[in-house]
């Protein structure tokens, strides 16, 4: 039980820092409004229409690049030993200590009987004494 859950735990945190600092670019070519390409690795291919010839009424094109692009966490920081201060160093025992309690597995307690087993007797009185029920 504690071996599984400290390798899901370890698992979380390790998918934790590398989504936290994953970049991408998601890049979406629309002609009007109709979407045509949409790239999460590389350029969005064109419809092939050329985006950047202007008609002699200076019209503007019909097709559009959308590029939204999500950046990730650049630098992580790990804090030097020198750095903690008191209040942490008392949290960090206490902590540990309590977090390992909630994995011990604790002995089964005596089990009290409503009914007492038979007593265990010696001697059989229906034999000493010859009387038995017919």
């Known amino acids: 039980m504690k071996s599984s859950c400290l390798k899901i735990f370890s698992t979380f945190l390790a998918f934790l820092v590398l989504f936290s600092t994953l970049s991408f670019t998601v890049e979406s070519h629309y002609c009007g409004d109709f979407l045509v390409n949409t790239s999460f690795t590389g350029h969005a291919t064109n419809c092939g229409m050329k985006m950047s010839q202007k008609t002699a009424t200076n019209q503007k094109s019909c097709c559009t690049d959308v590029i939204i692009k999500t950046k990730g966490q ?12 008191f209040e942490k ?13 909630l994995f011990h597995d604790n002995p089964p307690k005596e089990q009290i009987y409503k009914q007492a087993p038979p ?3 010696p001697i059989n009185y229906q034999i000493l004494y010859q009387s038995f029920l017919i």
């Open 74 to 85: 650049d630098e992580l920081h790990q804090l030097p030993f020198q750095q903690i201060d």
């Open 89 to 101: 160093a008392q949290f960090l025992p206490i902590f540990l200590f309590s977090y390992e309690v």
């Open 119 to 121: 007593t265990n007797i």
